[in-house]
């Protein structure tokens, strides 16, 4: 079946140190991937994605995420940690032969200042 | 319009009674998606829109729950018999084929 896996429910980090958030997926074809923020009270905004080409893919807010296809993982990044980062934010994957996104079950990112 | 628009915002109704969740997509968007959120939840797949008919409303929980689409933009979620259950946020988004969603800020129903 496919689907995607956030193994922590929560991620905390200093302000300024680095942070990862978690994902990988499981494997059938070659699958489009995504990140999502959640600020409180509001929808959720598209950070970045991956379809094809390089693996190491760049998004707003200063976010990275790198596509591992041997490990299927697809972990997001972002080199220093802001207090304003604090969210929930949510991997999803997307098959080429579907049009639904299928979402994680979301990591709450808590940056202490 | 610019965005994802859903009406209302927040909605409380008494256990029992219908309710309409209406979502207005980004105007050429084809596909049209509603999710749900519970209270720390992810998000749960209800049904996916391409134009007006839906190939996959496999996420429907019930029979109680039901949407449709027109002209291939507004879509209405309808939701019969409300339950305590049905409490949620209830989230629409529109997408072209390879990009992602762009989500609304959603429905926020309280059943009491």
């Known amino acids: 079946a496919q689907s995607v896996a956030q193994p922590e429910d929560q991620v905390n980090v200093a302000e300024g140190n680095p942070l990862t958030v978690k994902c990988t997926y499981s494997?059938?074809?070659?699958?489009?991937l995504f990140w999502y923020v959640q600020y409180p009270n509001r929808g959720l905004q598209f950070l970045l994605k991956?379809?094809?080409?390089?693996?190491l893919v760049k998004g707003s807010y200063g976010f990275e995420a790198e596509f591992n296809k041997s490990q299927t993982s697809f972990h997001l990044k972002k080199p220093s940690a802001l207090v304003s980062d604090s969210a929930l934010y949510f991997c999803?994957?997307?098959?080429?032969?579907?049009?639904?996104?299928?979402f994680g079950t979301g990591t709450r990112l808590q940056v202490f200042p | 319009g610019a965005g994802v628009s859903q009406s209302p915002s927040n909605k409380v109704t008494e256990k029992g009674k219908d309710v309409e969740l209406r979502c207005d997509p980004i105007?050429?968007?084809?596909?049209l998606y509603w999710y749900r959120q519970s209270l720390g939840q992810g998000l749960e797949f209800l049904i996916y829109?391409?134009?007006?008919?839906?190939?996959?409303k496999s996420g429907l929980p019930s029979d109680r729950f039901s949407a449709e689409r027109t002209g291939g933009s507004v879509s209405t979620l309808t939701i019969q018999r409300t339950q305590q259950e049905d409490s949620a946020v209830y989230l629409c988004a529109s997408s072209e084929r390879t990009d992602g969603y762009t989500f609304g800020s959603g429905t926020r129903l309280t059943v009491v």
């Open positions: 829109f391409q134009g007006n008919s839906a190939p996959d």
């Open positions: 999803a994957v997307r098959y080429y032969n579907t049009d639904k996104l299928i």
């Open positions: 494997v059938s074809g070659n699958p489009y």
């Open positions: 105007s050429g968007h084809t596909a």
């Open positions: 991956y379809i094809t080409g390089d693996n």
